[in-house]
């Protein structure tokens, strides 16, 4: 196994390098740059976007660079557009702007934000505690509802209960999150109906005067109606599943023996059933973890003005702050290919029979 997790970790360099490598190049056919945002920003405050389009302000033809190559750069002196290139680092060729951003990564030097007086490291440490809060809640809640729901949605089979509990489930899966998060909002964050929740944030704004258990109160209460959008349909995925994981199991050869050796029916489901059936739920927890971190969260962050990972690399994004959007991807990759690495190991926890070693010769 040794061997394995070693493998899988060097795979990680190269996994990496394509990763930045692909989304570099993409960039590079991108229009408006962080420098076309700053002269977009200088020449009036308006968008990049809107000199593309013919847009900005009037300036005077006799004072327009000829030389520049940045759309909206009326005015500007090329002695400034030069000292910005050097600024940002665009003074240099392309292959040599990725290969030092790579060295510089590879030391866990991120740089600092173009537009903001911050470096990168510091920002995404500063965003964490809100993607982590959506992501490791939200798969908690959902491994408790779809694990119950779903052997009890097995055990009863073709009833009534496993009937109407998937119209429910199908019912919520249909829902768009971000339509039932503001539907949330509505009703029950003073929007047209009651004020129960808070309508923004991670925790109030005397957080740091409450005592210990006023302060996880407070922050449990935040998160009741951003984990609710999120949760939706979520667990419906997660109960058909286990459900037809267990299904599968139940008729095997094995359920038919230990039943007919007069075992319990919670004993045979619980002592035999439960452990060979929960294989991929449970190892698949790394995996469900990850994707809501980093996937899933974008549009409720926005919604409940909670500020995340997946606000953080939108919003740089929009403002071509490269250094912010390659950062977070940097760090997102590289917790992504971890995590794979875990969910095999979380195989092998759950059932020591598997070896992968043995299965790559």
Known sequence: MGAYILRRLLLIIPTLFGIMLINFVLTQFVPGGPIEQLIARLEGGGDVF????????????????????????????????????????????????????????????????????????????????????????????????????????????????????????????????????????????????????PLRGLTSENWEEMSLIGKVADYFWHLVLPLSALMISAFTSMTLLTKNSFLDEIRKQYVVTARSKGLSESRVLYGHVFRNAMLIIIAGFPAAFISIFFGSSLIIETIFSLDGLGRLGFEAAVARDYRVVFGVLYVSALIGLLVNILSDLMYVFVDPRIDFEKRET
């Open 50 to 197: 809107e000199s593309f389009a013919g847009g900005g302000n009037d300036v005077d033809t006799e004072s327009l660079d000829s030389d520049s190559s940045y759309a909206g750069a009326r005015g500007l002196p090329k002695e400034f557009i030069e000292e910005l290139e050097r600024e940002f680092g665009f003074d240099k060729p392309a292959y040599q702007r990725f290969f030092e951003m790579m060295w510089d990564y590879l030391r866990f030097d991120f740089g600092e934000s173009y537009f903001r007086s911050i470096s990168v490291i510091d920002l995404v440490i500063e965003k964490l505690p809100v993607s982590i809060s959506l992501g490791l809640w939200s798969t908690l809640l959902a491994y408790l509802i779809s694990i119950p729901l779903g052997i009890r949605k097995a055990v009863k089979d073709g009833s009534n209960f496993d009937t109407w509990t998937s119209g429910v489930l199908i019912a919520a899966y249909a829902i768009p999150g971000f339509l039932f998060a503001i539907l949330l909002l509505v009703l029950f964050a003073g929007g047209s109906y009651w004020q129960i929740f």
